[in-house]
């Protein structure tokens, strides 16, 4: 209740006579409007040194390779003779597998949590998977070559190669040889990551939803699940879709668990289990030792097309949510 | 904001600034001390920490702090001045040197092996690796590990028909160039098509973070082979390979080889100190060793600091050298040592 005040307080129009500087400032209004400004514009300006300094540090490379950069596929300090093409398919790949694995799981343990589980056991579970969100990635990592690497090699890897492999089609997708590390287990990996997000962040959207809805649908005769998938869901989808875009925003840009497992080979192949490599995890791995002034010119420019997918993948996702809203509320 | 909040904020603070004057007070205090920044390689950093430590302990006026950030940001540090010296496992090149505003000199300070490991089945002992072999196998031209190349070397052995999966460090560093190094040697073909460095374009194979990254790998796919440091093997019972030397002997590595290899380069060694020393000749010399090198700058301004290095670097000479084995590195050679402490008056 108390923030719905507020919000009446903030919309209701300014008192008729102006009031004083001081009145203004002992109640704290102007000093907020400071600071909470300069803190927003903080964020602003943030952003663009971080794009500023990328575009400068990586003029050596720019220069050099041009848009050359994006489509040549050898990546060789040694000769200096750089090319993006692998790094940019091998994140792209990796966090794709991860949301195709982490959406549906995620989604429906949501509307589990906040609609069918009772209240005292969602909260439980709830506070669990905040905790999952917390742990270091490096610790998934460990997770990822002790447990899902041995398991992808030895018994998920053959099963899936011996089934799907000969489909048409998708079969491509499903051939040897399996190593264990490679695109499908940093995507696994990577989904294990995201999932507690999704999770977490899909509960809250569908508790916000108005208890009226569901009992409108309820009375309209539709069943309980009716009235979550038809009515709660549709309700709650930009939130969800958030949640969705905060989960690719962390697989993007994911590096020392994927570095651990993906076998960080720059290579471009259809199939998953192939081993390949992440932008954000050669950074990470070639930073250190990176002497030569091209190379680093290099890595850097790697950085800057990392920051431009997430810009693009964000910025579609911003044109979703606004075609979603636009037919929200006349769910079909 | 309620009177009540308020009051705790202004407490909160009261003590947020006493206790920034404390740290002030504390940070002031300790001036009576020589700050000595250092940067770069990772593979010497269990014994530079050491020798750091033992130093600062006989000299308590003198305190110099390593970052072990990877030779090439401890090259980098060094041009842009921001540390007092660096450290690399690899010399630095002509190129390097030309855009530093001072003489930068090259000290060895301790020596460090590269050793191939494996996961055969059915393997149990030491395999034989000759040169052909380890530039084959990492070239992708050898891919079975029942290879006549390694058949002939590994006579009553049974080797099996699996495919040998590769497996190289994915992170920059000095092992990986001490190893590139070597195979430059060891095949022209490496040499021409891939060359050597902290990282390189892999012909094939799968990519392990760090030392104990590829030995993961190893340890868990059949048929795989890796390479890691020899102190990483020792400290962690990992098995591994002979490598056959220059003379043609096939040699297990230890310390007394890496310190032989270094001995057989010492004759040649050239004034500046920057050599390689993988595939020297001499029978009991190991063929993947090197020394690892602290950078210092000839010209040192700050003459505290510049009396300071060069007693420390007397002391790692000498004393100093009594640590290495402790910690699995190969002592310098005597002739080394030697050459050194004349060009330590180079420091000025």
């Known amino acids: 209740m108390s923030t719905s005040a507020t919000t009446m307080d903030r919309a209701a129009p300014p008192e ?33 040194m971080l794009v500023y300094e990328l575009w400068v540090s990586s003029h050596l490379s720019r220069a050099k390779f041009g848009w050359n950069f994006f489509a040549t596929s050898t990546w060789d300090p040694v000769f200096d003779d750089f090319g993006a093409a692998p790094y940019i398919y091998g994140t792209l790949v990796t966090s794709a597998v991860a949301l195709i694995l982490a959406v549906p799981l995620g989604l429906a343990a949501a509307i589990f949590l906040s609609e069918l589980a009772p209240r005292k056991m969602s909260d439980t579970i709830s506070f669990l998977i905040d905790l999952l969100a917390a742990v270091p990635s490096v610790i998934y990592g460990v997770l990822g070559i002790f447990v899902v ?24 997708f499903f051939k040897g040889p399996n190593y264990g590390v490679g695109f499908l287990t940093a995507g696994i990996v990577l989904a294990i990551m995201v999932v507690p997000f999704i999770i977490s962040v899909s509960r809250e959207v569908l508790l916000t939803v108005p208890r009226e809805q569901r009992e409108a649908a309820l009375a309209l005769g539709a069943t309980r699940w009716e009235a979550t998938w038809k009515v709660v869901v549709p309700w709650a989808r930009t939130g969800i879709l958030g949640s969705v875009f905060l989960a690719l925003a962390r697989a993007l840009g994911e590096t020392m668990a ?14 998953l289990f192939a081993p390949g490599y992440t932008i954000a995890a050669v950074i990470a791995n070639e930073f250190t030792e990176a002497t030569g002034d091209l190379y680093l010119s290099a890595l850097i420019e790697l950085g800057l097309v990392l920051f431009l997918m997430t810009f693009i993948l964000n910025g579609l996702a911003r044109l979703l949510i606004v075609a979603t809203e636009r037919g929200g509320g006349h769910p079909s | 904001m309620t009177e009540d909040n308020f009051n705790t904020m202004r407490k909160s603070l009261v003590v947020l ?18 700050l000595i920044n250092a940067a770069g390689a990772t593979f010497p950093y269990p014994i530079y920490s050491k020798w750091f430590d033992v130093y600062h302990t006989a000299h308590s006026n003198v305190q110099i702090n390593y970052q072990s950030i990877g030779s090439g940001g401890g090259i980098r540090q060094l041009l842009a001045g921001t540390v007092d010296f660096g450290a690399s496992d690899a010399p630095m090149t002509d190129d390097q040197l030309g855009q530093s505003k001072v003489k930068i000199l090259h000290f060895p300070t301790v020596l460090g092996a590269v050793v191939p490991t494996y996961n055969v089945a059915g393997v149990s002992g030491d395999l034989n690796f000759s040169q052909k072999a380890i530039a084959g196998i ?14 002939k070397a590994n006579p009553g052995v049974k080797l099996p028909g699996d495919d040998i999966v590769v497996v190289h460090r994915s992170d920059g560093s000095g ?34 973070k760090g030392n104990e990254g590829v030995t993961g790998l190893v340890k868990q796919t059949p048929g795989s082979i ?24 096939f040699l297990k590595a230890d310390l007394a080889g890496v310190t032989a290899a270094a001995a057989g380069a010492a004759k040649d060694m050239p004034d500046d100190f920057r050599v390689s020393i993988t595939n020297a000749p001499g029978v009991t010399s190991y063929p993947i060793s090197s020394f690892t090198w602290l950078l210092i700058p000839a010209q040192i301004s700050d003459a505290g600091k510049r009396d300071a290095i060069k007693d420390f670097l007397k002391w790692m000479l000498g004393d100093g050298q009594k640590f290495n084995e402790g910690l699995s590195y190969a002592q ?12 330590i008056s180079q420091i000025q």
């Open chain 2, 175 to 208: 092992t990986s160039f001490i190893f590139t190094d070597f195979l430059s040697k060891a095949s022209d073909d490496w040499k021409n098509k891939v060359g050597k460095g902290a990282s390189i374009n892999w012909p094939v194979g799968l990519g392990g």
């Open chain 2, 138 to 151: 990492y070239l992708g031209t050898i891919t079975k590990w029942n290879d006549p190349e390694l058949v």
């Open chain 1, 149 to 172: 690497v041995p398991l992808m090699r030895t018994t998920v890897g053959p099963i899936l190669i011996g089934s799907l492999g000969h489909v048409p089609l998708i079969g491509q």
């Open chain 2, 332 to 343: 310098l050679p005597k002739a080394v040592v030697g050459k050194e402490l004349k060009a």
């Open chain 2, 226 to 249: 890796g390479y890691v440091e020899l102190i990483y093997a020792v400290s962690n019972n990992i098995p591994y390979g002979k490598v056959q030397n220059a003379a043609g002997k």
């Open chain 1, 16 to 48: 008729a006579g102006p009031r004083s500087l001081f009145h203004r400032l002992r109640h704290g209004d102007e000093v907020a409007h400071v600071i909470t400004l300069t803190f927003a514009a903080g964020i602003l300006l943030l952003t663009s």
């Open chain 1, 258 to 271: 994927v570095t651990m497992v993906i076998g960080n080979n720059p290579k471009i192949a259809a199939s």
């Open chain 2, 17 to 34: 600034l006493l206790l920034f004057t404390l740290a002030a007070a504390a940070v002031a205090q300790s001036g009576g001390t020589l």
